[in-house]
Structures are given as structure tokens and as C-alpha cells.
């Protein structure tokens, strides 16, 4: 019983990250119906600015500021620079030069850092509190808990009641028709980048101080891992990421903890081509999404 | 697709075979022109190509990009190497067997996966297909008392048949046996794309709804194009696997998947021939810029290495999407197209298919 | 494809072709020697996500050898070093491996890194009868002189370290409770098969893996906490041996660790844990070498210098000084392979024993034994410093032989560390 509570404590502070990761992909797709391949090099280009100025300033929160701005910056330059590039009639083109992306940052990381690990520090204590001797989650899991749950809560409110919000929605479903009511759509899909950048970079961030450390290929498995939650939860559903992250997280650790670290992989595919065939939009689509 | 007197790739069947055979002796005579690493080299383009000649019909043909071809190319090598360490006897039979042991192996796990992928569009599939590339190690070191873990499984060496060793070097023989494969493989999936079922595979990847009224089993075109694909693959992992008598999950990475799909970007997505020239070039570049950075001081060398080819690999990606969708193919033909060319009728010349990247159901 | 598109791929052949002869060059009678070089090469992983850790080997071993070039080279020649970059992939193993024989022609390969990669030619360089030296790993595999006559380990093999450390483990603290965290691969089954054969079938109370594709083992350090595990092996590579630490720390999870040397260098483990966090987490961290390491030793001594001079002051750690012991091994191998050395002439050197490298035990290269150290000794981090614990050097085969004690002195450094014939 100790062993079940331990292992479902540990899933639920992974699958925060985990679900933050997938609100980015979900981000993207809402705004642009494009799954970004290349969201976790790019988040980890960020990560690597908030080691740089965590290592000169001393400050965790200046590192994390830098990094946040970082990837705004970033999603906005791939969204401009690369992919507009992506031929409006196929989904595959964004596939594609996403995963150009992806080897171009993800080498350019290599040339410039090197492939050693860095250890990246965090603002809190992340020793775990023991409750009734088992060790729960610590005070750096309850953080990234409710950073989630924070950046979960501000995004619906921006797309339920703020212009901006509708405003890519409805790009994002209707793009002619949205653009015959005046919205600026190619705005709004730039909206959509940046933020979900931003929302990636952080996740990354959270996640990274608690894995090997920094090194380019940090967000690899983060990648695979944040797009079955996204399937999961459904490519449409903010909620759906939420929930899709703590179910995934839970799993993995109830995976690890009774069946072995290796067969992780193999149950994240085992659970990816279930949902896929057995609702392909996710446990949390909206009924008209669940063509794709 | 409209006012083509002949649709791509469609051509007499005896014509093709005729084609292939030629490029066959055209390439075996070309391995006596090769010192070894030249002729191992030829062997790993003639294994890629098999990959990636899949891939490229996969995706020209019904417009499913996997990112998971190199985990099928894995299945085909382990297919191949345990059904050769089991079998009795030794020489051709054994690699004949083996091999087709591979492609059935490639072909079940490529069923599989297909029949998950007719119910996937684009970013989904390539999403499925990358976690089974994620998962293969897994896989490997799970059932490792058959697989062997991460170590792999390895086949005894077996040199050049007695007949020939006189004649031929060993790197020269593997690079021959390669070319003979593969353009086995090639000239299959050639007669596929210009028969019956390739107006099927293109009449779903443009317009799925129309195909279905018309008769057209869209969901079973597509797994069987998957499925084809696949064993293309798996034949060209067992090759592999014949050349370097081993196969592990650690060869099958992510990365190299990547490698497929630019070889295949940047060849021209759908042209089988773009597919070869993007062999030749993920074989050819990482070398070229090895030979280039080894005279860098120690430092800078460590930093580019390897590094560096995957920098150009990307950029060449981008690129290629950006400013020429058809890759070297459509820039070989889109270049021969300006002068008059008598000899060819135009039609045959167009870029193989037109529409490459098609939307899907979610964009009408 | 059409008419034309073939013909221009024929076009395309035909330059391969032609490319391909005109790189051809003459081969020489001896490959890899000429009057004044012997050109040798390595595979060992620059980039990819197992670079990390690895890296700076190969970089300490051609240091070493500019060293020794600078110093007149060995019998007149100068060492020359390729290093190919294989990212620890298997495939890329065999392509680079194929390009050092045949289009570099080395006269050797030294030190190929990783059990998964070698493999993959370890058939390869023994069919072509390329001399196979010092292979990075500690698989057995490579101790088969009947199977693979060309190829002579380097590492410790894991089933000796372990029984080493087991021995010391159960003399240190015998009333402990013994568990293992393990790579879930060959490294962490013989490493348990060595524990194993010295605390007997029931003597780990709890087994556990890690798999390198997944960076969190918090649900294994949670098991080995609640088996109540005191005394805990580890079979991890440097990254996963912090990570362990590291996680037991956040669970408040206080226990002795001790680890392969695969997973044991201090230096490396600060650079993952941080240097305000490690020497706490690492206090009393027990682990096994074989090589030079003490500090004051003067092989240190001297390998720092080098390594200040020709490796740009790169961070020194026990992976410098393995790469230079590799480094001073093949050259005293090459100076005792004669004045013109050939492959036949070499392997002999090594076979007739008369090599003594710089371990702290003898090399055990014979006829019957392609095996380096067969024998480790006890290593324990104190306040920061990680050190040899005086007298406790253990000797042992790969089997069920007894693990015994080792008295003998370590090799002494000669001179200005430059072996002669």
C-alpha cells in the first residue's frame, strides 16, 4: 500500500511536466493544426539560455524569465522564418521541416555546448516530505503542480473570454470564414507559436533539474512521452492535456515501480495505439474534432 | 491529375523488367570499379535504398509519412539473422530463406502498423511510428534471451562462395548480393506503383471519398501500401544485416529514421529514383565532412563531428521544403525540361507524382 | 522513372565509380607504418546522447601521444591518432571501423569504446587480422584468444570488479542488507553475476534495472529503500550513478553506495551533480580501479602535465587518465613490437607478456589470456578526495575462482613516462 501511494505521488509530479508539455503541442494545434515535432529541441534551446544567465546572474528566477522570453522569441522566429514555409494544403510539411528543425538545433546545441550533462539547479527544496515514512512529493513537485495548474487555468481563460482567444479559435477552425470576419489570422497563428513555445520552454525547464541534467538531447523522451499525452488527452483539449499528463505520469510509474523501468517504452506504445484505434481524437476531444 | 495520357510510373511490365535487369548489370560490372569501402559504401546505398524507395512510395503514393521505417528495416534484420542461425545449411539456400524470413517478419509487424495507419492521418501516423521507434531497445532488451538485448544478434561470417573468391573481394561480393536485392526490391515496388494498385493507392491519397464511390477498398489499399512499404524496409534491413553480420537496436535509432525521411525529402518525395540519390547522399555527406573536419585541431574536430553532418541534414531539409518540394529529381527534370528533348515523350518526364503532399480529411 | 532520369542516374554511378578509383591509393606492404609513423585509430562516441562521459578519452589518449611525438616518438616514429565518431551507434560503428582498415589503413585499432558498438566488428578486424587492442569495455567477451585472436581487452572485466567489491562489501559490513540497481544489459547482468558468485543466490534482497532510454529511477530507489536495502550496488554508468544518489537524497534515503568503475569517477559525478552538492552526496562512496589514481601518484603527476600542455587544461579526470594509460600501453606495446614493427609483431609483444602497463595490478595478456586487470582495488571518497583504501586489492578470474588478496606493488613510473624497447 506504502509502495501504490509512493508510486502514485511520483506519477502525479511527472505528469504535471508531462501535461504542461502536452498544453504546448495542444497550443499549436488549436492555433495552427500543425503537430510541432521540433517542441522539444526548441524547448531546450531555452533551457540552455536559462542555464547561461542562471550561471552569470546566480538567479533562478532571472534564468527562468530569460527562458520564457527565450522561447517566445523562438517560437515567433520558426513560425516567421520556417514554418511559413509549410504548404497550407498538406500536414506533412510541417512534419517535415519540424524535424529539419529539430536536427538543426539540436546539432547547433551539440557544436556549441558540447555533449556533457550540466546540472541545473531549482528554487526549492526537492527533498520529498515523508508522511507516515513514506517519502510523498516534495516541495519542488508541489511548485511544478501548481505551476501547471496556474498556466492551465490563465490559457482557458484567454480562450474562453478574451478576444484574442476566440480570435484563434476560430482561425484555427475556420480560417477563410475567420479571415472574411476580419481576423488577422496569420496573427493569430503567431499568437499561437509564441505561446506555445513559451508554455514548452517552461515545461522543459521544470522538468530538466530533476532528470540527468542539461544536455541537447534533455527533451527527447519528454517529446514522445508529451505527444501520447496529447493523444490521450486529445490534440484539442487543454483539459484533455491535464488529465492526459497525470494518466500517462501515473502509468509510467506504476510501469516502473511493478514491472520494470524497460518496458516503459513499450506500454507508452501500447497505450498510443490503443487510443488511436479506439478514439482517435482523444478521451477529451470536442465531438467535431474527432475526424482528424 | 487531369489531361495525363499516362498516369506515373504506369509502363508495360516487360519494359520494367527489362530496366531493372539492365541497371543490375549496369551496377554489379560498376563493383569491380570500386576499391572495398567504396563497394561497402554501394552496399549500405543499396540497403538504404530498399528503405527508402518504401518509404518514398508510402508516402508519394498515399501520402502516410512513417518516421518508424527504421524500426521495420530492424524487424527485417532480426528476421533475418535468427532464422539464419537457426537454419542447418549454409550458402545461398540459407540466405534466400533468411532473407524472405526477414521480409515476412517485416511484413506482419508492417500489416500491423498499417492497419493502425488507414485510420491515421499525417501527424498522428508519424507520432505512432516514432514511439515504436522509441520502443525498440525496449523491445530488444525485453525478450533479450531471443533478441539479445542491446548487443544484438550476430550471424557467423560466411566469405565469398568458393567460385568466385578468385574473382572477387569480399566488400565487392556483399555490395553484389546487395545490388541484386535491391533492385529485386525496387523493381517490385516499380511494377506495384504502375499497375491497377497504383491508380488506387493515388485515387485514395487525392480524393478518399471519391475512391470509396467508386468501388476502390480505400482502408485496404492503404494497409496494403503500408504493408508494402514495409517489407521494402525489412528486406533492406536484412541486407544490412547481411553486410555487417549483425543487427542491434542501437543501429535503428530515431536519428536514423530521420536519415530516411531526409534521403527521401530531398530526393523528391514519391520519385524512386530521388529515393536512390538520397541514399547515395545520407551515405555520402557524413563521410565527406568526416574527411573534412579531420584536419581541425582535436577540439573543433570533436565538436563537428558528427554534429556537423546532422547541422546540413537539417538545413538540407529545410531547404528542400522551402524552395523545392520535388528535391533533386524535380530539379533534374524541371532543369532537362527547358531544352527540347526529342527522343522522350514529355509525359514520362513529368515528376513523378504531381500532387505530393495532399491534404487530408481534417483540412477540407 | 523515366528514360532520362535513369540515364543521369547512370551519369551519377559512373562519378561514383570514378570516385571511388581515383581514391583508390597504392596499398603498402605494412599498413599504417612508414619510416617515420605508425598510424593506429579508434571508434568511441562524440556525439549523441551517450557522448556525455566518453568524450574526452579519446582526446586524452592523442594527447598522450603528441606527448610522446614531441619526445622523439616511439623508435623514430611518430604516433599518428584518428578518432572516428560512431555515436554509439552499432551501424556507424561498422561504416567508420571499415573506413580506418581499409580507406586510412591503420595498423591498428585501440581502444574501441562500448560492448554494443565493438561487437559489431570485433568479426570484422579479426577476419581482416587487424590487431583489436585495449577494447573499452568491460564485457568478457573480448578475453576469447581462440575466437578472436586479434582483439585484447582493457577494462576490468565486470564479473571481476564485482566479486572485488562484493568481498569488500562482506568484509566491510557483514550484518548489512545487499541489493543492486543495474543497466538492463549485459554491463548489469554480469555485474550481478559477479555479485552473485561471492554473497551467494539469496544474498541481494532486491534486484533492481534502469533502462538508459528512461532518466528517472525513483520508483527503483523507492523499492531498494523499501526493502530496507543498507549496502547497495550499483551497475550504472557515471549519469545514472548521480541520478541514483541523487534521488535517494530527495527521498531522504540514506545508504552506502557502491558502484563499477564504469560509474565511479568522482570527477565526472561533480560535473552531473554540481560541485556545491557532490562532496556531501558522495562522502564515503565506494567504487574499484585499476589504474593510477591517487593524487600524489607520479603517473597522475605526470598525465596532469600532459594534459595542461597538449589537452588545453581540459578538466582532469579519471577518464584523462584512462585515456592515457591506454595511450602508454600501446606504445610500449609498439616500442617492444621492434624496430620495424608488423601486426604478427605486435600481437606477440602482447602475448608473450611482456607488457607491465601502469595498473596497480599486472596485465594479464598471455597466449591463454587476452584479459588486461584481473584484478581491482578499493576506491572511497573522503571530503571530496577519492583514493585507493590502503591494502585492499583483490585478485579474481571471470568464473567461480576465489577472490584473493593482492600484495604487489604497483608499476612505477620510469622516467619521463616515454616506454623504450
Known sequence: MDRLVFLLGTGLARGAVLALFALALVLIWRGARVVNFAQGAMAVVSTYVAFEVTSLTGSYWLGLLAALLAGGLLGFAVERGVMRFASPASPLSGVILAIGLVMVLQSALGILFGPDYRPMRVPFDDRAIVVGGVPLLSPYDLFVLVVAVVVMGALAVLFRWTSLGLQMRAAAFAPEVSRLLGVRVSRTVTVGWVLSSVVGSLAALLLVPTSLGLNPHATDSLFVLGFTVAVVGGLDSPVGALVGGVVVGVAMSLVTGYLGAGLVPIAVLVLLVLVLLLRPAGLFAAAEARRA | MTGRQRLPGQRPLLRTLLVAAGWTVVALGGTFALDPFRNYQLALVAAYLCATAGLTVLVGATGQLSLGHAALMAVGGYGFALTRNAL????????????????????????????????????????????????????????????????????????????????????????????????????????????????????????????????????????????????????????????????????????????????????????????????????????????????????????????????????????????????????????????????????????????????????? | MSQRSRSVALIATTALAAAGLAACSTPEPSPGVTEDTVTVGTHTPLTGPAAAGYSSISAATKAYFDYVNDNGGINGRN????????????????????????????????????????????????????????????????????????????????????????????????????????????????????????????????????????????????????????????????????????????????????????????????????????????????????????????????????????????????????????????????????????????????????????????????????????????????????????????TTDAGNGPVEPYTGEAVALEGDGIPTA
Open chain 3, 79 to 394: 604516433i599518428e591518432y584518428i578518432v572516428k565518431d560512431d555515436g554509439y551507434n552499432p551501424a556507424t560503428t561498422s561504416t567508420v571501423v571499415r573506413e580506418l582498415v581499409q580507406e586510412d589503413e591503420v595498423f591498428a585499432v585501440i581502444n574501441g569504446l562500448g560492448t554494443p558498438t565493438h561487437s559489431a566488428v570485433v568479426d570484422y578486424l579479426n577476419e581482416n587480422d587487424v590487431p583489436d587492442l585495449f577494447v573499452a569495455s568491460g564485457s568478457p567477451k573480448w578475453d576469447q584468444p581462440d575466437t578472436f585472436p586479434n582483439t585484447f581487452a582493457y577494462n576490468a572485466n565486470y564479473i571481476v570488479e564485482a566479486k572485488a567489491l562484493a568481498t569488500y562489501a562482506q568484509e566491510t559490513w557483514p550484518d548489512k542488507t545487499f541489493c543492486v540497481l543495474g543497466q538492463d544489459d549485459d554491463f548489469g547482468t554480469d555485474f550481478t553475476t559477479g555479485l552473485v558468485q561471492v554473497l551467494g543466490a539469496d544474498g541481494l534482497a532486491s534486484t533492481q534495472t534502469y533502462s538508459v532510454s528512461v532518466q528517472d529511477v525513483v520508483a527503483q530507489v523507492g523499492a531498494m529503500q523499501a526493502a530496507g536495502c543498507e549496502v547497495n550496488f550499483l551497475a550504472t554508468v557515471n549519469g545514472f550513478t548521480a541520478l541514483a544518489l541523487g534521488t535517494a537524497a530527495k527521498m531522504k534515503y540514506g545508504a552506502q553506495w557502491v558502484s563499477s568503475s564504469s560509474g565511479g569517477d568522482y570527477p565526472t559525478l561533480v560535473g552531473y551533480l554540481g560541485e556545491d552538492v557532490a562532496p556531501l552526496l558522495l562522502q564515503g562512496f565506494v567504487s574499484s580501479n585499476y589504474l593510477p589514481f591517487s593524487p600524489d601518484d607520479a603517473w597522475v603527476a605526470l598525465f596532469q602535465e600532459i594534459n595542461d600542455e597538449y589537452n588545453d587544461g581540459a578538466p582532469f579526470s579519471g577518464n584523462k587518465i584512462y585515456g592515457m594509460s591506454v595511450g602508454y600501453l600501446f606504445a610500449q606495446a609498439l616500442a617492444k613490437a621492434g624496430d620495424d614493427p608488423t601486426r604478427e609483431s605486435l600481437l606477440d609483444a602482447l602475448e608473450v607478456g611482456a607488457l607491465t602497463g601502469n595498473g596497480i595490478v599486472p596485465l594479464g595478456f598471455s597466449t591463454d589470456s587476452h584479459a588486461a586487470f584481473e584484478g581491482v582495488g578499493i576506491t572511497v571518497v573522503d571530503e571530496g578526495v577519492q583514493d585507493y583504501v590502503d591494502g585492499e586489492i583483490y
Open chain 2, 88 to 364: 542447418p545449411f549454409d550458402g545461398l539456400p540459407a540466405f534466400v530463406v533468411a532473407l524472405l524470413a526477414g521480409a515476412l517478419a517485416s511484413a506482419v509487424v508492417g500489416l500491423l502498423l498499417g492497419l493502425a495507419a488507414a485510420r491515421l492521418s499525417g501527424p498522428y501516423l508519424a507520432g505512432l511510428t516514432l514511439a515504436v521507434v522509441i520502443a525498440l531497445p525496449a523491445v530488444a532488451s525485453t525478450w533479450s534471451t531471443v533478441l539479445h538485448g542491446d548487443q544484438g544478434v550476430h550471424i557467423a561470417f560466411e566469405g565469398v562462395p568458393d567460385a568466385l573468391r578468385r574473382v572477387v573481394a569480399l566488400e565487392q561480393w556483399q555490395a553484389m548480393v546487395a545490388v541484386v536485392v535491391t533492385s529485386a526490391v525496387v523493381t517490385g515496388l516499380t511494377v506495384l506503383r504502375g499497375g491497377r494498385f497504383g491508380l488506387r493507392m493515388l485515387a485514395v491519397r487525392d480524393d478518399e471519398v471519391a475512391a470509396r464511390l467508386s468501388g476502390i477498398p480505400a482502408g485496404r489499399v492503404k494497409v496494403l501500401a503500408f504493408t508494402a512499404s514495409s517489407v521494402a524496409a525489412g528486406v533492406g534491413g536484412a541486407v544490412l544485416c547481411f553486410v555487417a553480420q549483425t543487427v542491434s537496436p542501437g543501429a535503428y535509432t530515431v536519428g536514423f529514421s530521420l536519415l530516411l525521411v531526409v534521403a527521401v525529402v530531398v530526393g523528391g518525395l514519391g520519385s524512386i529514383l530521388g529515393a536512390a540519390l538520397g541514399s547515395v547522399v545520407i551515405v555520402l555527406l557524413p563521410w565527406l565532412i568526416g574527411r573534412l573536419t579531420a584536419n581541425l585541431p582535436a577540439d573543433a574536430a570533436q565538436r563537428l563531428d558528427g554534429n556537423l553532418a546532422v547541422l546540413v541534414f537539417g538545413l538540407l531539409l529545410i531547404t528542400v521544403m522551402a524552395v523545392a518540394p520535388h528535391g533533386l529529381h524535380g530539379a533534374l527534370v524541371a532543369r532537362r525540361r527547358r531544352r527540347p528533348s526529342p527522343d522522350v515523350p514529355r509525359p514520362t518526364a513529368e515528376p513523378a507524382p504531381r500532387k505530393v503532399l495532399v491534404p487530408t480529411e481534417e483540412q477540407r
